[in-house]
């Protein structure tokens, strides 16, 4: 008896416009070429506007004297410096707000976020509020009262608050402190920190490895500090202890010398801080809550106070429904940084504006904010994605 398998059967001839794979490939090459044409006209429309417009294209610009101030510079500007150092002075300013916002934000929500589950009633209430009070309210509006406040509420210069027997004033023109003299045993000095928090850390990573294997605790934490103060303080030292300090004194209508934070800068990162802690708040109480509450028993069942529950049981676990959302945060709050043009400070989207203004090459200027927040944010997310996949569960 002859059987006829699906192998023999004939093939039925599919015209080209019924067939999937055809189809698909044609719908491809139609959209990208739509999408190639679209660029192009709108790449040729704005260089012949350009040329018509006699506003010159190209990064060029970045070479020539910029001739503006920045009253806030992390590195050394004056306005005979480079419209490009003037951008690079913006970016530094930026990451400084975004990483000291990142820090301290992450410090004070995870306070609240604990907080809000405290049995005492009146502190998860404080928390409750505080959370429901900044995050309905637009992060714009708490930068200008926050700098209406320190701006306003403190005194000028010449009524100065003094602190610390007369070494740190405080008035609306910001806070002025005393700083080291710039010596070429500094920069050792920072190798010397980064050399012991490596050695912190490498500590830490023992003392882990050695409480896995053996049981026993070491004071990981405690020595880790020791190492990362004590490794500068020997380095320091070692280069002749040089102490020669810059002063802040009152002269003409300011103070000079010293260092000061301005109140822009202030403002800024307080803005920031508090809004966004609110948010990571919910994030952090959230993951503690999504844990069985078996957890929590079990700890209190072996003898662990409510502190170290929380420290050794509860946030450990707790950091794997935190941390991918947290990324989010992070990159917010990098993002919402360029607000920093509402009230004064000048961070990148500041000194790219100004260079707009007196060059008129407002295309080359937004690609660069957008190439340096795409930078500083795929950073961010590496970094977070990296440390999501260390904390994670791993089958074996």
Not at 309 to 338: C, E, G, H, W, Y
Request: glycine share 10%.
């Amino acid at each position: 008896m002859a059987v006829d398998t699906i192998g023999s059967l004939p093939q039925t001839k599919v015209a080209p416009w019924n067939n999937p794979v055809i189809r698909g490939w044609v719908f491809q090459i139609v959209v990208v070429g739509l999408v190639g044409g679209l660029a192009w006209y709108l790449v040729n429309n704005t260089m012949v506007n350009l040329e018509r417009q006699k506003i010159a294209s190209g990064f060029d610009y970045l070479g020539r004297e910029a001739g503006f101030e920045i009253g806030d510079t992390m590195i050394e500007y004056s306005p005979a410096s480079t419209y490009g150092r003037a951008i690079w002075v913006g970016i530094l300013n930026t990451l400084r707000v975004a990483v000291l916002g990142i820090f301290l934000t992450t410090i004070l929500g995870t306070l609240i976020g604990i907080g809000r589950l405290s049995p005492n009633w009146l502190l998860a209430k404080i928390c409750e509020w505080y959370v429901e009070i900044f995050r309905n309210v637009p992060l714009l509006l708490w930068l200008f009262l926050f700098y209406k406040l320190i701006s306003e509420a403190f005194p000028g210069p010449r009524q100065a608050i003094r602190m610390l027997g007369d070494s740190v004033f405080l008035s609306n023109r910001g806070l002025y402190f005393p700083v080291p003299v710039a010596d070429p045993v500094h920069q050792w000095i920072g190798v010397g920190l980064l050399a012991g928090i490596a050695a912190a850390w490498a500590v830490h990573r023992w003392a882990r490895a050695r409480q896995a294997a053996t049981g026993q605790q070491f004071p990981s934490i405690l020595v880790g500090f020791g190492l990362v103060f004590a490794v500068p303080f020997l380095v320091w030292l070692m280069g002749g202890a040089p102490s020669t300090m810059s002063w802040p004194e009152l002269k003409g209508f300011n103070f000079q010398g010293g260092i000061v934070i301005q109140p822009e800068f202030t403002a800024l990162l307080v803005g920031l801080t508090l809004y966004t802690a609110a948010f990571v708040a919910e994030i952090v109480r959230s993951g503690i809550l999504a844990l069985h509450k078996g957890q929590s028993e079990a700890a209190a069942a072996i003898g662990l106070s409510r502190g170290q529950s929380m420290r050794l049981v509860l946030l450990p676990q707790a950091l794997r429904v935190i941390v991918p959302p947290m990324t989010s945060v992070f990159l917010n709050i990098t993002k919402n940084s360029s607000l920093a043009i509402a009230i004064g400070y000048p961070d990148l989207v500041s000194s790219i504006n100004v260079t707009i203004n007196q060059t008129g090459q407002a295309i080359e200027n937004v690609l660069i904010i957008m190439a340096a927040y795409l930078t500083v944010s795929l950073s961010i997310s590496l970094f977070m994605n990296w440390y999501n996949r260390q904390i994670a569960l791993k089958e074996r």
